[in-house]
């Protein structure tokens, strides 16, 4: 069936059907002859047929299978016949194929070689033309040089041609080519001066930039000619009306610079081509500030003689000042505008800046005899302070829009150098006449009646706001001897308009006069006559007004030269020729030549270490002078205690039997001693608080300030004194432990303890503080002054007539700073601690009883002050 199958449908089978047959037929076959046994042949006989029949079957299939595959082949083998044949035909067409193509490369090789031949001759050709073109182009070149060239020759013609129109040729918009043929037809025959006519033609060449250059110079001075006639046209026919407009010196000139600033700047172009252009540059920048200089002139000198007139006040120097200023720096702006409308600015510009000082010199001339003739201190302040803050500082760098203008401002800062040394010249006169030798009226000695004075009889310190707003600067100047506020005053108005250097040598100098004048005061003041001189309180009053007038002003000084951003330190160097001496008696240090060679010496001057040295003097002395005054009775028994002590085989234990040391005595002594605590503690405590509460702003402090910074000031300045007057009564109490009193007995004699007396030295000092001025006034006028007449003196001081009417005049609240410190306050109280601390080591006064110098010694302060 299989078979039939693969017949009926024509196909073929596999290979490996066709193996898996072949295996199935060998091994049928000899299973089928091995199985015929001795079991029974009719099993046998069944099984032959069977395979018989299998046998017919397999050889059935067997022929088919070979007649499939004889078919099989035969087709296989038409197909392969008809491949070859094929084959065949392609190999033919091939063959004529390349028949062909062998044709074809045979006539392409015969047409390369033709295309060879003709590209050799092409590139002959063409070799040819371009060796023909390159000689052409050479010698094109070469009649263009021998054109140029020729040209050269040919120019002189066509520019003397140009030339020989006159003026007009300058307004040709051709004149500059006209230049540049010049220049370039001179440049070529300078470098080539070997060719004919060479130097000929360089000579006319130059020639005719020569003419050029004169046209140039004809033209623009024509011009500027003829714009001076009619700026001076117009300055007559407005004569009569007095004002000339500023812009009338201007517009006329810049009108004509528009025609002319080409042709100046074909010049300053050419300054580096050849010297003619820069010659005739400058000649006509002579010419224009010449023209210029002689226009303006005479009006600007009018101008400034009419601001600066001979009948000025004194006041209005520095508005007129400062108007001229404008003035000079407006004009000579206008005149830099004007020269550069012509003129190409160059460096240097030599004309510009001989333009700009000739006018600065005007403003000089005319302004420096106003200076040399001003006496006043304000007025040359206010004209230094002008020509420094308004004139120079804003010129000092350039601003938008507005040029350089360096040669008016030197002329500027020359005029403000003038004007620094005639000041400095009046302020040293004003500091020798007015401060130096300043003649003491009885009015300065009206201490301390200055500083109890008061509108309508009020008391200081009521009303203050209406008072303050009235009164001023004299209110906060109230109480000030002159020469301070001078002192103040003159630095004050000087200060930041001279030199620091300079400054700080007329600072040094005014403060020492000043502290050497107030010392000469609270001199005057400790021997003023009293007019009870009999007064118990009579020494301590005059002691307490000469050096609490001295502590007050030295305090003011020193805190308002402080505000002053500067050392007022001095340095002189000197020579010492004692060598020299000592050489002469034959003495030679350093050979023959130690003859010639002086020593140089250094020393300084501290202003303000002369403040501190004469403050602390002046808190030292006042403290051990009124601990002494106290303790009186206490240095009595102190003394005669010493003497018996110091006696040949004196007996301390004999001491209690003396007649000094009997209980009714130092009962007496107690007694003495606690009457002074009391009434010198507030006497003295009144004349601290008056004078420290007037030194901070005059008479306008009272009541209010009691408890304030006044209080603090005055405690720290009387601390010293009650730790003295403690320390002193502790010594008195050691000698009564000695004699062993008992409490009892102690009590009989007054005495009390240390602190006792502690608490009340402290509370008679707060009370007196905290009084109300009309008591306060009433303690201090226990005792009647006197005003002495002032002392003769033995130079004449000078009138007042050469200084400024109104440098002696209150320093108007102004300080360096802008204010002046209304008051001392806590910078006081610290300036006074400085000075307080100094007692601690500090001996007795030379001027206190020598019985008391032992009692009076130093104690030290409290760690806080």
Known sequence: QAAASMSGGGALLSQRQAALLDELAAACAPKGAAGGGTSGQEGNAEADEEREADDTEFEAFYSNWRHVKVRHRLQEESRRRQRWGWIEEMQEICSLTCSELDGLLAHISELDEQRQEVVRKTTALHEQCEQMVQDQERLGKTAEAIAERLDMYDRVADVARVLDQGNAATQNPDFGSVLDQLDGSIAFLETHYDFTQAQNYIHQFEHLRNRACILIRSALQKSLEKSTAQVEA??????????????????????????YKPLMSLLHKRLDVHETYLSTLEELEAFYVHLRARLVSTPVTAHLQSVLHSELEVSQLAPATRQASTYILDVSYFERQCFEA??????????????????????????????????????????????QMDVLEPYQQPKAGRSDLVPVLSVVFRLLKDVQEKLIFRVQTYIRDEIQSYKIIEADMNYPGILMVADGGDAPGEGINESNE???????????????????????????????????????????????????????????????RSHVLGPLTQMMDSQLFLVKHLLILREQVASFECDLVVSEKYCNFSNVWEALHLKLPDGLLGILKPKLHQSQ???RKDIETELKAACETLITNLTANIT??????????????????????????????????????IAAFLTNVRDRVPFAAAHIRLYLTSSSSG?????????????????????????????????????????????????????????????????????VMEAPWPQLISIIDQVARSV????????????????????????EGQGPQGVVAETVGEAEAAQVAQAAQATQAAEADATAPAEVKALAAPVGLPEQI
């Not at 028994?637 to 003396?658: H, M, V, W």
């Not at 002032?790 to 320093?811: E, G």
């Open 234 to 259: 117009q300055l007559r026919d407005r004569e009569s009306e007095g004002t000339v407009e500023t812009q009338v010196f201007y517009t006329r000139f810049r009108a004509a610079a528009l025609n």
């Open 632 to 669: 009186q009775p206490l240095a009595t028994l102190n003394t005669q205690i010493s003497d018996f002590l110091a006696r040949p085989g004196a007996d301390r234990s004999k001491l209690k039997d003396q007649p000094f040391m009997s209980l009714d005595r130092v009962q007496e002594i």
């Open 342 to 387: 012509y003129f190409e600015l160059r460096q240097p510009q030599e004309a510009l800046r001989s333009l700009l000082e000739t006018i600065a010199h005007i403003f000089y001339e005319t302004l420096r005899p106003v200076v040399l003739a001003c006496i006043s201190i304000d007025s040359l302040r206010e004209m230094a302070d002008c020509l």
């Open 605 to 607: 001057v501290d202003s």
């Open 470 to 532: 009235g009164r001023g600067t004299q209110d906060f100047q109230h109480g000030w001897y002159p020469t301070l506020s001078r002192t103040l005053g003159i630095l004050a108005k000087i200060y930041r308009v001279l030199e620091m250097s300079t400054f700080q040598g007329l600072a040094q100098e005014a403060v020492d006069i000043c502290i050497a004048s107030l010392r000469h005061v609270a001199h005057l003041l400790a021997q003023r006559p009293l007019q009870n």
């Open 788 to 811: 002495p007449p002032p002392p003769a003196r033995t130079k004449d001081p000078r009138p007042s007539q050469t200084s400024s009417p109104d440098a002696s005049a209150p320093l």
């Open 699 to 767: 008479s306008n402090i009272g009541v209010a300030d009691g408890g304030g910074t006044t209080q603090s000031t005055a405690s720290i300045l009387f601390k010293p004194v009650q730790i003295r007057l403690v320390d002193t009564w502790g010594r008195l109490e050691g000698l009564l432990e000695e004699r062993n009193l008992d409490t009892t007995e102690l009590d009989r004699l007054g005495f009390i303890r240390p602190d006792a007396l502690r608490e009340m030295v402290s509370s008679l000092f707060s009370g």
